[in-house]
């Protein structure tokens, strides 16, 4: 077992292993017994914190959401202007997804090729997850346009155009593994809506 992932209460452990196996080899490839077994804890503590695999999984994902958001909003702060935050943001998505732990794509798209069911709760988080990113680019680009007279039906479209366009990079990265897909998707950014 993992030192870092030791000296974590149970239920962490329990989120942290799962967290990595998950997204690592799949939900449906990862069984709760090695979850258990990697994360050095009893059966039964299993069974204390969540009823289910999926439950866990539920967890796991808003907790994966808390962590991007904030690592987002970090990022994006370090910009001075709305354009410069969207910039930034795509410099950021060339950093995550060229190598490493995030060749394996998008956790959440991931789960949605898992989770065939629209109605289910895993792709709800999902849905949840996508359209809180989703609205967070509506501010920026909102903030970047401000006092331009554009129309708000103008801007939620532009937003859903930089919102397909990161998605894009998230799909395509695992593909290719490096950083083009990024470059390509900012130049077009850049080009589209003159960030900077």
């Not at 909003?73 to 950021?92: C, D, H, L, Q, Y």
Request: proline content about 2%.
């Amino acid at each position: 077992m993992n030192i870092a992932v030791e000296k974590l209460s149970v239920r962490n452990r329990l989120l942290e292993t799962a967290n990595r196996l998950f997204y690592e080899h799949g939900y449906k490839a990862t069984g709760i017994n090695e979850v258990i077994k990697e994360a050095g804890i009893a059966k039964a503590s299993f069974y204390h914190h969540f009823k289910t695999k999926e439950d866990l999984l539920i967890v796991t994902l808003e907790q994966r959401h808390e962590r991007m958001m904030t690592e987002v909003r970090a990022v994006t702060s370090s910009g001075n202007t709305p354009g410069e935050k969207i910039a930034r943001m795509f410099e950021w998505l060339g950093t995550q997804c060229s190598c490493g732990s995030s060749t394996r794509g998008c956790a959440y798209l991931n789960m949605v090729s898992e989770f065939r069911d629209a109605s289910c709760k895993v792709r709800e988080v999902v849905r949840w997850h996508k359209n809180t990113f989703r609205k967070y680019l509506q501010e920026l680009i909102s903030a970047h346009y401000r006092g331009t007279g554009k129309p708000e039906e103008e801007l939620e479209s532009a937003a859903d155009e930089l919102y397909l366009l990161i998605e894009a990079v998230f799909a395509a990265s695992p593909v290719h593994q490096c950083t083009w897909p990024a470059e390509t998707a900012f130049r077009i950014a850049n080009d589209r809506f003159k960030l900077v």
